[in-house]
């Protein structure tokens, strides 16, 4: 069985850019949460898909968009880039969306210049 | 979700047992205890949940107060590797806006030799 997965690693943009991370969920989890985590603090939650659906969104602003395909696997985009979307993302898959463990992948560290 | 509270850091000798505790005063009936720890750099990994009885897995032992006011993580042998930054969180399992993970700043334990 294979665990949650991101790609890129790494990855480095300039400000106005936009990017593009993903996410693999864990075998058999239908959903999958993404998060960010800045220097020296605790993950932040931005929002969480649950089969194909937006399933509750964070505090963050509408350029942080994201998808889930019909395999699960889901992405993370960010528009027009600015140099405080440096960090590290995270992603963590579910089984259902309430009540089960979230299980969360290695991350993508984004830096913008 | 209820509000933790953790020391900002713990120091323990490797081989000891390290004992990490959370305030959650706060917490309402229908919220479980979760622990994560985060290795420098790393997604955070699950080690154990509860909801009012004390737990135990291969990782670690949860120990949670009667009234469910706190808890306290056991790992009753600690290595060099189980310095990281672990978190408590207490997560609602029937909120209907998704099942987000709120981190607060945790506590910093680090493993002498």
């Known amino acids: 069985e294979t665990g949650v997965t991101q790609s890129p690693t790494h ?18 989890h239908n959903t999958v949460s993404w998060y960010q985590q800045a220097l020296g603090q605790g993950p932040q939650f931005i929002f969480q898909y649950y089969r194909e659906e937006e399933n509750g969104r964070g505090n963050f602003p509408p350029r942080f968009s994201g998808l889930q395909f019909p395999n699960y696997s889901s992405e993370l985009n960010v528009n027009a880039l600015e140099l405080d979307d440096s960090a590290l993302y995270l992603c963590a898959s579910s089984l259902e969306a309430r009540g089960e463990t979230q299980y969360f992948g290695p991350g993508t560290r984004l830096l913008v210049l | 979700d209820a509000k933790t509270t953790q020391p900002p850091s713990m120091d323990c000798a490797e081989g000891r047992a390290a004992n ?39 990782m670690a032992s949860l120990i949670i107060t009667e009234d469910r006011k706190s808890s306290t ?18 997560r609602s399992v029937k909120e209907t806006s998704g099942s987000r993970l709120t981190f607060g700043e945790g506590t910093q334990l680090t493993v002498n030799p």
């Open chain 1, 11 to 28: 990855l480095i943009k300039t400000r106005g850019q936009q990017v593009t991370l993903r996410c693999s969920s864990q075998s058999g």
């Open chain 2, 20 to 58: 990490l505790p959370c305030n959650h005063s706060t917490i309402s009936g229908n919220e479980y205890v979760y622990w994560y720890r985060q290795i420098h750099s790393q997604g955070p990994q699950y080690i154990i949940h509860g909801l009012k009885n004390n737990e135990t897995n291969e």
């Open chain 2, 73 to 90: 993580l056991i790992l009753p042998h600690a290595t060099l590797r189980d310095t990281a930054v672990y978190y408590c969180i207490v």
